[in-house]
Antibody, heavy 118, light 107 residues
Framework: EVRLVQSGGGLVQPGGSLRLSCAASGFTLSTYWMHWVRQAPGKGLEWVSRFRVDGSGTDYADSVKGRFTISRDNAKNTLYLQMNSLRAEDTAVYYC???????????WGQGSLVTVSS | DIQMTQSPSSLSASVGDRVTITCQASQDISNYLHWYQQKPGKAPKLLIYDASNLETGVPSRFSGSGSGSHFTFTITSLQPEDIATYYCQYYDFFPITFGQGTRLEIK
């Protein structure tokens, strides 16, 4: 079964840092582009970041560029999102998701709640 | 960037009703349009891909149609377990764009 299991998240003060993890099973992470998508409380879905297979790089939404870093550990089959300089507006549930043919996202992880508050 | 306009933003219907949600793209996106279901407190789940293809295991009461810039998502006979928010999504290499979502409730 193809699954994504997330860990990390929690309460952090403004300006703080947090790292989210997304462990893949049932497929090899390194052969797929992977994404992070977030959802602020009561709001819709917002794409955050993408890790491309070919090593050509990563992409970020303007709202997180320069503060968030997406990475991958092939040996652990795990995707990460390092979040620095966190702001109140970063408060959201963060989901990892697998990219299918650069068209759709499936499956999704169960989500990790990040709350930025003093 | 291409914008996706989804309507309505909320919808109340009775069990057994036919429910329709639309998604309008700001330009021609071929059939690169997908539909997700998000139940309260859960992650989004892919239901329909490439405008009209039903994901494996998804009940046949769900369907999608359209191409170009106008797309429709339909539930032919609403069931209580269909209570969720539904999102359309467009993605062609970059960027990824979601509709605003349609919150579906039972009357």
């Amino acid at each position: 079964e193809v699954r994504l299991v997330q860990s990390g998240g929690g309460l952090v003060q403004p300006g703080g840092s947090l790292r989210l993890s997304c462990a893949a099973s049932g497929f090899t992470l390194s052969t797929y582009w992977m994404h992070w998508v977030r959802q602020a409380p009561g709001k819709g879905l917002e794409w955050v970041s993408r890790f491309r297979v070919d090593g050509s790089g990563t992409d970020y939404a303007d709202s997180v560029k320069g503060r968030f870093t997406i990475s991958r550990d092939n040996a652990k089959n795990t995707l990460y999102l390092q979040m620095n300089s966190l702001r109140a507006e970063d408060t959201a549930v963060y989901y990892c998701a697998r990219d299918i043919h650069h068209r759709r996202l499936d499956p999704w992880g169960q989500g990790s709640l990040v709350t930025v508050s003093s | 960037d291409i914008q996706m306009t989804q309507s309505p933003s909320s919808l109340s219907a009775s069990v057994g009703d036919r429910v329709t949600i639309t998604c309008q793209a700001s330009q021609d996106i071929s059939n690169y349009l997908h539909w997700y279901q998000q139940k309260p407190g859960k992650a989004p789940k892919l239901l329909i891909y490439d405008a009209s293809n039903l994901e494996t295991g998804v009940p046949s009461r769900f369907s999608g149609s359209g191409s170009g810039s106008h797309f429709t998502f339909t539930i032919t006979s609403l069931q209580p377990e269909d209570i969720a928010t539904y999102y359309c999504q467009y993605y062609d290499f970059f960027p990824i764009t979601f509709g605003q979502g349609t919150r579906l409730e039972i009357k």
